[in-house]
């Protein structure tokens, strides 16, 4: 059996702790470490554990120190090679190593929106343990609510402010694409990725056995005849794009992807899952060089229904706006002249089935009952393999028809997909 100490070297730690705001000198000593696995929902992209450090200082007693540690999967060999081969969890590292360590990190004008990565490996990540400093992820198919997504645009707006930041005033206006092009390449929305194009057969399916639309025998037809090559216009979309002003995108702000801290009672200490007081991002694995737009929509449709989006979609444009104009004003650049108001509104429309079909597939991925792909990843890992690069069909419908939550939030994001594609009404 894999020992997940073998991971990391004594050396390694010691490298990590120094590099923390822990311990800043040279006196620090690793006394012992171990690693221990995170349970809960198995990560497509990678493994997950705390390393655990026994650590003494100069004149100070021993203390321990606890981790976040994100590495290739270590119990699967399949699932690594295809992580591997794609090159996603590289492409992380590499964006954390070369990119994020470039980014304006002065707490005087830059506000936490990820984390500290304190080690750097082709098959490993260290950095600091969020839920040590109370940052927790919303409970399983919680709903967000206007407050959530004010702090999650909030943190969005930073990391595009940093992005700009990087290519106006330390790069002097040369597009970041030019120099770290080899770490913003599209990994997912591609006709080559299995998995992606997986869930787009799924939308396909849901809305053809389960949209109210297809219970019209000629809007049935259309959909079956017309969604595929109106799907196919994403690839378009993710080309590289000179008519808006790019930054760089998380473009995978799903429910797990975010982390808050939040109020809690004074008397019992009960969190208070619905007052977040502020928001860090997490998981870069698929970050481009787009435009912001991309990154807002993708926000906006996974993690609301649509009468939240009718109700407050103008305010969440209004509101990432000013955020980012802020945030650029501290950094000493105008948004008026970097991004401006039309440009921003006219690129929303024009990203919007960007933010559709993602949502639908994605949806259909992680909103599956809690345990249900890692059940099925130990107990049949061919049929897990099937599910995640094959098909999806007979799975997404089985858990449509049974499974309210899912059905709901699948029919939501398919059925105002299948209106954008085919004014549907």
Request: one cysteine or more; charged letters at 25%; a negative charge.
């Amino acid at each position: 059996m894999a020992n997940l100490s073998d991971l990391i070297s004594i050396e390694e730690c010691v490298e990590v702790i120094r590099n923390s705001v822990a311990a800043k000198n040279d006196t620090v000593k690793v006394l012992k470490y171990r690693v221990d696995k995170i349970g809960g929902q198995l990560g497509y992209l990678g493994e997950y554990a705390y390393l655990i450090a026994t650590v003494e200082e100069e004149n100070e007693k021993p203390k321990e120190l606890q981790y976040f540690m994100k590495f290739l999967p270590f119990t699967d060999p399949k699932q690594r090679a295809i992580i591997e081969e794609i090159g996603m969890f590289k492409k992380e590292v590499i964006t954390y190593r070369e990119l994020f360590s470039e980014f304006n990190q002065d707490p005087r004008k830059v506000t936490k929106w990820r984390p500290s990565c304190w080690l750097m490996r082709d098959d490993l990540l260290v950095m600091e343990d969020l839920t040590s400093m109370d940052f927790l992820s919303m409970p399983y198919r919680s709903d967000f609510n206007k407050l959530h997504m004010l702090k999650i645009f909030d943190s969005m707006a930073q990391m595009h402010a940093c992005s700009l930041d990087l290519e106006f005033n330390q790069m002097k206006g040369e597009k970041l694409d030019v120099k770290f092009g080899p770490m913003l390449y599209e990994t997912t929305f591609t006709k080559e990725s299995s998995w992606f194009t997986a869930g787009l057969m799924g939308i396909v399916e849901v809305a053809l056995e389960g949209s109210k639309y297809a219970l019209n025998t000629s809007n049935k037809e259309r959909i079956s005849s017309e969604m595929v090559l109106e799907m196919d216009k994403i690839y378009e979309l993710m080309e590289p794009n000179d008519r808006f002003q790019s930054v760089v995108v998380h473009k995978d702000l799903w429910f797990n992807n975010m982390m808050f801290r939040f109020e809690k009672d004074p008397n019992s200490g009960t969190i208070d899952y619905d007052k977040p007081t502020s928001c860090v991002l997490i998981d870069f694995q698929i970050a481009r060089y787009s435009p912001p737009a991309m990154d807002f929509l993708c926000a906006l449709y996974l993690l609301t229904r649509r009468d939240h989006r009718d109700q407050y979609y103008e305010t969440y444009v209004e509101y990432y706006y000013q955020a980012l104009g802020t945030k650029l004003e501290k950094l000493n650049l105008n948004i008026s002249a970097i991004l401006p108001w039309n440009q921003f509104v006219e690129s929303l429309e024009h990203y919007r089935l960007v933010g559709l079909l993602w949502s639908g597939v994605l949806l259909g991925f992680v909103n599956l009952p809690e345990g249900f792909l890692s059940d099925l990843h130990v107990n049949d890992p061919k049929a897990y393999h099937e599910f995640c690069l094959g098909c999806r069909g007979q799975i997404i419908m089985d858990f449509f028809r049974k499974d309210s939550y899912y059905r709901e939030r699948l029919l939501d994001t398919v059925e105002e997909t299948l209106e954008y594609m085919f004014n549907f009404q």
